[in-house]
């Protein structure tokens, strides 16, 4: 097994399109927000947490099946619908273009989400390949109480004397 390189990207203003509008969709879709990446969401149908998403305007829904175009401007796309010939049909449109995560068939993706704990600037991201998400999210639960709320003034605060440092060295 290869394993993949794990990397913080910037998302950013970043086009990002998810096919497929259900509750899994909706996990990469909050995931992406986070990020401030510019998500689409191509799908006939919306659960309503993903409704309310696009009702105050956070993204921007397509209501249709996939079609190749939706990929034009995308810089990365989640193949998220619940039928595994859609999913693998995104997979090769997208081809060695962009980034892509396949929720279903994980091997026709290049990239993977892991369990995360966020305490402000603080990352906690953890991934078992795809063996277990299960026990990524069960790992990821168990660092809650030893990276409590406290790290995020911790972290705060060592970027505001390490910035001090920096600037003082210029
Ligand atoms: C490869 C990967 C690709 C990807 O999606 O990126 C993938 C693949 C698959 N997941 C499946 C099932 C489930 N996944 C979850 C949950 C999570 N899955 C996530 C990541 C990943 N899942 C990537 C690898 C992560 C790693 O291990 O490194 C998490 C960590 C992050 C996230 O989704 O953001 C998120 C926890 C989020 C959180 O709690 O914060 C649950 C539980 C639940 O839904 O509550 C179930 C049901 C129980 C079960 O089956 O275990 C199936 C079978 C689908 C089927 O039955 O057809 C496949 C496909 C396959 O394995 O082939
Ligand atoms: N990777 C992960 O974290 C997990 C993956 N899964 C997999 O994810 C799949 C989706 O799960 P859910 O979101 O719960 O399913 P769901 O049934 O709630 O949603 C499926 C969505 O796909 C849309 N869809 C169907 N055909 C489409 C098409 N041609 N073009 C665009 N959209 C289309 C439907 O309109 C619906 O909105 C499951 O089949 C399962 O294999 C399940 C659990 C976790």
Known sequence: MTPFCPLMVDLQGKPAV?????????????????????VTIV????????LQLVEAGDAVWRRQPFSVDVLEEAWMVVAATDDAAVNAQVASAAG??????VVDQPELGNC???ALLRRGRLTLAVS????????AQQIRD?????????????????????????????
Do not use: C, I, M
């Not at 060695?96 to 995560?101: I, M, P």
């Not at 809650?144 to 210029?170: C, G, I, N, P, V």
């Open 43 to 50: 799908s006939p149908t919306l659960q309503p947490e993903l």
């Open 128 to 135: 078992t390949g795809g063996a277990s998400p299960r026990l």
């Open 18 to 38: 998810v096919v497929g509008g259900g509750r899994v969709a909706l996990r990469k879709v909050e995931t992406l927000l986070e990020a401030k990446a510019q």
């Open 112 to 114: 993977h989400f892991p």
């Open 96 to 101: 060695k273009r962009l980034l892509v995560n």
């Open 142 to 170: 168990g660092w809650k109480e030893q990276f409590d709320d406290t790290w995020t003034e911790r972290l705060e605060r060592l970027y505001q004397e390490r910035r001090k440092r920096r600037a003082s060295r210029r």
